[in-house]
C-alpha cells in the first residue's frame, strides 16, 4: 500500500503551496517573497501531511 503512504505529503504539500500563495497574494508581495513562501509552506504541509500518515498508521494498529 504505497500509494496511501505518499497520499498525506502530497495532500500536505497541495494544502501548503496553496496556502502560501495565498497569504503572498493578500499581503501583496512580489517574486522571491513568494517563492520563499510558497516552498516554505509547501515544505511544512508535505512533512506534516507525512507525520499525520505515521499517527493514523500508528492509531489504527
Do not use: E
Not at 12 to 18: A, D, I, P, Y
Not at 39 to 57: E, P, Q, W
Amino acid at each position: 500500500m504505497k500509494a496511501n503512504r505518499l497520499i498525506g505529503p502530497a495532500c500536505g504539500f497541495l494544502g501548503g503551496t496553496t496556502f502560501g500563495s495565498g497569504l503572498a497574494f493578500l499581503l501583496g508581495w512580489m517574486s522571491y517573497p513568494v517563492i520563499a513562501s510558497v516552498s516554505f509552506f509547501g515544505l511544512s504541509g508535505a512533512v506534516l501531511g507525512a507525520l499525520a500518515v505515521k499517527i493514523v498508521r500508528k492509531q489504527a494498529d
